[in-house]
């Protein structure tokens, strides 16, 4: 073969890789530093719900449709939550984002930058629930990071989500892009 070592991250990728005629692939899972991402019973959940996504802000992400979706709730609560984004803030879609989120009003949805491991664990420990609207995901490290904390996941049951979240134990894996259903 052209390239002698080739490992695929998920069996998702696996099977895809397979499927284009790559039979010599190896399967090795991304990990995470469980030192760093943790349950930490010390901090405390927000008073106010807080809906938290982290990775990059790209449009395969949907981070525009996290952000239709998620003023949905914000009417329904009365704007008691709130929605943070953390991830690299450049691009052409980031300002195309936070343009959207101008347009629709959105009073409690905020963006952060890249953070040391200590600050985001801190933050994953405080939300109420982990977000993802993505299209596309081969593997989610965000997903193994909420999991170690204990953070219930809302995504779409799409690649290898599956491998990562187990639906209703304490994610929730729902039909892809059914708006109605997120």
């Keep these: ?14 099977k895809e890789l397979e499927l284009s005629g790559i039979l010599h692939a190896k399967l090795v899972f991304n990990g995470i530093d469980l030192s760093a991402f943790h349950k930490d019973e010390s901090i405390q959940k927000s008073e106010k719900p807080l809906f938290l996504y982290t990775g990059r802000i790209l449009e395969h992400k949907a981070n525009i449709l996290l952000l239709k979706m998620y003023k949905e709730v914000e009417t329904a609560l009365d704007g008691n939550c709130e929605l943070v984004q953390v991830g690299q803030q450049s691009g052409s879609y980031f300002q195309r984002c936070k343009a959207y989120e101008k347009e629709l009003g959105l009073k409690n949805a905020r963006y952060i930058d890249l953070l040391p491991h200590a600050d985001l664990n801190k933050l994953y420990n405080q939300a109420w629930l982990f977000v993802t609207s993505a299209f596309f995901e081969t ?3 965000s997903h193994m990071e909420s999991a170690a904390c204990a953070l219930p996941t809302l ?14 134990e304490p994610g929730l894996l729902i039909r892809p892009i059914d708006e109605n259903q997120f």
């Design 1 to 14: 073969p052209r390239f002698p070592h080739l490992f695929a991250n998920s069996g998702y990728t696996l």
């Design 139 to 141: 593997f989610s490290n």
């Design 155 to 168: 995504s779409w049951h799409i690649g290898a989500l599956p491998e990562v979240v187990t639906h209703k």
